[in-house]
């Protein structure tokens, strides 16, 4: 800094705006008692744990839908490195997707409330003056600006998903996905530097005793009279999380609880409370099914492979050996079903028929829909080989209903409900 008089008069002005307890940049300004690096600590330990597994059930659910195998999984195909941690998807156990997209959807909901109360108990070090003492501290800020920014970013962008359905069309992975990327590097810089004091602190907590470490100039310099204490404010906070969490969680299971997930697009009444009474992602309508492709005169299955080209009516498809399976849906924005009963033609006894006999390779699954990012996705040789993976013709002992797929479906254990593809016209098989 220069030392002539006008960096005197920044000073000056620094100091007044640090004093004046008008200002929110004075500490003055924030009067909650409540604010101190307990309160803080708390808060942001459940924070490193909760976030944590949102981040890996993230990156596990980005690895379900196989995006390696072909472009038309990979929703992120810039991810460059970023992709290094990708797997084959196993088929086992077959509520795996399930559990995975559950835990990721039901707990990012869940730590809402504590996100926010953990926000506001530092906010008054985002006002603090000078902006940075030292290269450090100002290297600690701007860490700072990118954990803040980036977690109200994964959050805000994994609730409009959810709640308003592909708002961001086909921009929402990428945007989650980078998004993560940033958010998880400055909390893991961010947990190195805090965690040992929060800790240090919560063990003074439960003893009741001790100074509290850290950041002192959380605690307000002229605080307001208590009008609750520091751990019932912790108990609204618990209390709102746990409100969210029994108003989300019942979109995981059919029956009478799943009205209890008010919070949920699919909670409440059930959609599909036709024939096969079970939630629906997309309509027929929606996707722009034309009634007479579905029919039984116009509708040919297309499966091609190492010995040619064989085209399936589906009585045809009904005359080939039939098997069951107890599978659920299980979508990426956190609803899923019990298991169903479908049944249909094994995938790899259709890849027997046009020559993949023993070793079933991958295969392409193209839908009659025109348009939209689902409408045919790739499967892999370990999901084609299962002998639970189906193209389903029925489901709950009836005729798949034309909004969950019929004429006919995939369904593979274990798979992310984009992969189960409605209203299947082509198989192709072959190493992709
Ligand atoms: N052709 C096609 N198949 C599709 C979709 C789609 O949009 N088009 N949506 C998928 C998604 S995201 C899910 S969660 C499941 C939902 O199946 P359901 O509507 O039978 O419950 O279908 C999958 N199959
Ligand atoms: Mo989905």
Not at 247 to 255: A, E, K, L, Y
Request: aromatic share 10%; hydrophobic share 45%; with cysteine.
């Amino acid at each position: 800094m220069g030392r002539g008089p006008f960096s005197g008069c920044v000073r000056a002005y620094g100091r007044g705006m640090r004093d004046d307890p008008r200002l929110p940049t004075s500490p003055g300004f924030w009067r909650s008692p409540l604010r101190s690096p307990r309160f803080t600590s708390v808060l942001g330990l459940v924070l490193l744990v909760g976030i944590t597994v949102l981040f890996v059930t993230g990156l596990v659910s980005y690895a379900a839908y196989n995006p390696g195998l072909s472009p038309v999984n990979d929703k992120t195909p810039d991810k460059g490195f970023l992709g290094f941690y990708l797997f084959a998807w196993p088929t086992d156990p077959p509520w795996l997707y399930r559990l995975n997209q559950g835990v990721h959807v039901t707990l990012g909901i869940t730590l809402i409330p504590v996100l926010l109360a953990k926000l506001w108990s530092v906010v008054p070090k985002l006002f603090a003056l000078p902006p940075a003492r030292s290269l450090a501290h100002a290297l600690e800020r701007i860490s700072l600006v990118l954990l803040v920014g980036g977690g109200l970013f994964e959050f805000v962008t994994g609730v409009l998903n959810v709640q308003l359905d592909y708002v961001f069309p086909g921009s929402f992975y990428p945007l989650h996905f980078y998004g993560a990327w940033v958010f998880f590097a400055a909390f893991v810089a961010h947990a190195v530097l805090k965690t040992p004091a929060a800790v240090r602190n919560l063990r003074r907590l439960r003893k009741g005793d001790g100074e509290d470490e850290g950041d002192t100039e959380l605690v307000s310099p002229r605080p307001d009279p208590p009008t609750v204490s520091r751990r019932g404010a912790l108990w609204f906070v618990g209390g709102g999380s746990l409100l969210l969490f029994a108003t989300t969680v019942g979109q995981n299971v059919d029956g009478p609880l799943r009205r209890t997930a008010l919070l949920a697009p699919h909670g409440g009444a059930e959609p599909g409370s036709g024939p096969n009474g079970f939630q629906i992602n997309k309509t027929a309508a929606y996707a722009g099914i034309d009634a007479a492709e579905r029919s039984a005169d116009a509708w040919r299955l297309v499966v091609t492979g190492r010995t040619g080209t064989v085209r399936l009516s589906r009585a045809e498809l009904a005359r080939l050996p039939l098997h069951s399976s107890a599978l659920p849906i299980a979508c990426v924005e956190g609803w899923s079903t019990s298991d169903q009963w479908w049944r249909g033609v094994r995938l790899r006894d259709l890849a027997a028929l046009v020559g993949h006999d023993g070793d079933p390779p991958d295969v392409f699954v193209e839908s009659l829909q025109r348009h939209g990012a689902f409408r045919r996705a790739a499967l892999r040789a370990n999901q084609v080989a299962d002998p639970r993976s189906l193209l389903a013709l029925y489901v709950n002992g009836e005729d798949l209903s034309p909004d969950h797929g019929h004429p006919a479906r995939v369904i593979v254990p274990a798979a992310p409900g984009v992969l189960n593809t409605k209203w299947v016209a082509r198989l192709t098989f072959g190493d992709l």
